[in-house]
Each structure stands twice: as C-alpha cells, then as structure tokens.
C-alpha cells in the first residue's frame, strides 16, 4: 500500500488554514506514516486479523482467498501558526479483504484500534472515526459510515460487501478505495482524508467454469503428497504417469511417463480436478505442486 501519511504535506497548506481558521482554533489533525509494531500500541493486539497477518506491515499480504493489511499509524495534532506538532494518538488499523471462489462478492471487514496518546492529545481526548468506502473499478457497493466513537482501546468494527461487475465470458479485476476522516474536539477540519487501496481481486464468469468466482490472484500451490508411487515419482523428480501433468500447457511430448497403479492415478485424478475448481485456477495460470503437502 501507497504510504497514506499527510503530514508530511500539511506544511504546504499551513497559510490558506491560518486565513481560514475560526478564532480560538488554531490546531488541525493530520495522519502520520507507517509505523513499526510497538510505539504507542503496547494495548492494540492482532486478534481480528489471521496468524500469517498478525505482525505489522505497510503493505498488504495475500492468501489465495483473502487479503490483509495490518497497519500502525497516528494522528498528529499541529499548531497551524508555528506549524510545530503539540501531539500525538497511535492506532492500529486490520483490514481484511475475502472472496470465494464459487461467488462474485468481495467482503471487506475493517477493525480500527486507538491506542495510546502523547503530548497536547490525551487518552480520553473525545475523537470519533467516519468510513467511505466505494469501488474504484470493476465491481458496485459502497459505504458511507456516521461519525463513530473512537475510544481508546475500544475497536471500532465495519463490515461491508460490494460485487464483481464482471461480464459474462470474461475476467477482470476490481479494486476498491477506503477514505478514512477523524473528528476531535479541539481539531479545525483535517484537511484531507486518509485514503488507500484496498487488495485488488481477479473475478471471472469464463464459460470453461461451472459458475462465477474470484481470487486474488495469488500463485496455488496443489498438494501431492499421499498418492503412492505418484508422489514417490514427482518427489524424485523422477518418471511418473506424466509429469508435468497432460492438463498442462508443460505436458506433452517432453514430459516423463511411468507405469503407475489405476488407484493412485484415480486419487490423482481426484486430487486435480477438486485443486482446479476450488482454487479458481484459469487457463494459462501458473500454480505450484508440492509432493509434500497434503
């Protein structure tokens, strides 16, 4: 994800808001960067999130399935006649992104934590939290939230739905934008939101498939492990029924060929067709085999 942080542009704006302030409201908000996992966030733990997202990252990380961002950031609190910063509120955000591969619908669900407070902001400073989120392409659905109580320590929960837009026969990608606002009692109006993109999924209707679904486009990995001399051949590299697999664009001619027992061919054969259609794999994507995996 695109570093959201606009403090670090809020200088540029301090002379217009100095104009335009109201008297006795000299201070604006702004949001920081990211932050490593630790400073002011010792209260926030990771529970909304999956294991493999649970540490902090300024990017999102993908499953076949879902995608997750894990952020630490702040508000700044800034005097906008010195223009020096009087404060800070850490807080967390966990945003998961999930698709299925027998449905068009792209669920998102969002859990905003505040943390700790330094400075001229403190931790029971009154702050409430707003949510827009729309699609930016390839899909409809939309959320626009009121402003929600934002208290230290207290998550702040929204879950939401939009749908693949994709047209019959084909595929295509969507992509929505989050656009984050917070209101504090000492604040003038921040003066923009905090927006970013969320994990990107691939959705198709190909006439190939028995139904609609999507992805996210992270690489598969089929399991091949318990099958016998299947597996004993793919593990050693060795010859097989045919490897790589006649369902390939890798098989053919040039791959090797053993004799194996019809058993392990048919639980082979099983084992494809289930990994193709619950994994979403279209033709021309690659995917991984493990002989290890089960």
Same mark, same amino acid.
């Given at each position: 994800?695109?570093?959201?942080?606009?403090?670090?542009?809020?200088?540029?704006?301090?002379?217009?808001? @100095?104009?335009?302030?109201?008297?006795? !409201? #000299?201070?604006?908000?702004?949001?920081?960067?990211?932050?490593?996992?630790?400073?002011?966030?010792?209260?926030?733990?990771?529970?909304?999130?999956?294991?493999?997202?649970?540490?902090?990252?300024?990017?999102? @990380?993908?499953?076949?399935?879902? &995608?997750?961002?894990?952020?630490?950031?702040?508000?700044?609190?800034?005097?906008?006649?010195?223009?020096?910063?009087?404060?800070? #509120?850490?807080?967390?955000?966990?945003?998961?992104?999930?698709? !299925?591969?027998?449905?068009?619908?792209?669920?998102?669900?969002?859990?905003?934590?505040?943390?700790?407070?330094?400075?001229?902001?403190?931790?029971?400073?009154?702050?409430?939290?707003?949510?827009?989120?729309?699609?930016?392409? &390839?899909? %409809?659905?939309?959320?626009?939230?009121?402003?929600?109580?934002?208290?230290?320590?207290?998550?702040?929960?929204?879950?939401?739905?939009?749908?693949?837009?994709?047209?019959?026969?084909?595929?295509?990608?969507?992509?929505?934008?989050?656009?984050?606002?917070?209101?504090?009692?000492?604040?003038?109006?921040?003066?923009?939101?905090?927006?970013?993109?969320?994990?990107?999924? !691939?959705?198709? !209707?190909?006439?190939?498939?028995?139904?609609?679904?999507? %992805?996210?486009?992270?690489?598969?990995?089929?399991?091949?492990?318990?099958?016998?001399?299947?597996?004993?051949?793919?593990?050693?590299?060795?010859?097989?029924?045919?490897?790589?697999?006649?369902?390939?664009?890798?098989?053919?001619?040039? %791959?090797?060929?053993?004799?194996?027992?019809?058993?392990?061919?048919?639980?082979?054969?099983?084992?494809?067709?289930?990994?193709?259609?619950?994994?979403?794999?279209?033709?021309?994507?690659?995917?991984?085999?493990?002989?290890?995996?089960?």
């Amino acid at each position: 994800m695109a570093d959201a942080a606009n403090c670090a542009s809020l200088r540029t704006q301090l002379p217009s808001l @100095r104009q335009s302030a109201q008297p006795g !409201r #000299t201070r604006v908000a702004c949001f920081g960067p990211y932050l490593p996992a630790g400073a002011g966030l010792s209260s926030v733990d990771a529970a909304a999130v999956p294991d493999w997202c649970a540490s902090s990252s300024p990017q999102w @990380r993908t499953r076949r399935f879902e &995608g997750c961002l894990n952020y630490n950031t702040y508000i700044g609190l800034v005097d906008i006649i010195s223009g020096a910063e009087l404060g800070r #509120t850490y807080f967390n955000l966990q945003h998961q992104v999930q698709v !299925r591969w027998n449905s068009l619908a792209i669920t998102n669900q969002v859990v905003i934590t505040r943390g700790e407070s330094e400075g001229l902001m403190e931790d029971d400073d009154e702050m409430a939290v707003e949510l827009h989120s729309y699609c930016s392409y &390839g899909c %409809s659905g939309s959320l626009d939230t009121a402003y929600t109580p934002f208290d230290r320590g207290d998550p702040v929960t929204f879950t939401y739905s939009a749908t693949s837009t994709v047209a019959e026969g084909s595929m295509a990608l969507a992509g929505q934008l989050h656009s984050w606002t917070i209101d504090h009692e000492e604040f003038i109006e921040l003066p923009d939101p905090w927006v970013y993109q969320s994990q990107g999924v !691939r959705c198709d !209707r190909v006439t190939y498939k028995s139904n609609a679904g999507c %992805s996210t486009g992270y690489q598969p990995t089929m399991p091949h492990s318990g099958i016998g001399a299947v597996t004993t051949h793919v593990r050693a590299g060795e010859e097989c029924d045919e490897y790589p697999f006649a369902h390939s664009y890798q098989g053919g001619p040039n %791959s090797s060929r053993a004799s194996v027992s019809s058993g392990d061919q048919r639980v082979q054969g099983g084992v494809m067709s289930d990994f193709f259609q619950h994994q979403r794999v279209l033709d021309g994507e690659p995917f991984w085999v493990d002989p290890y995996l089960s």
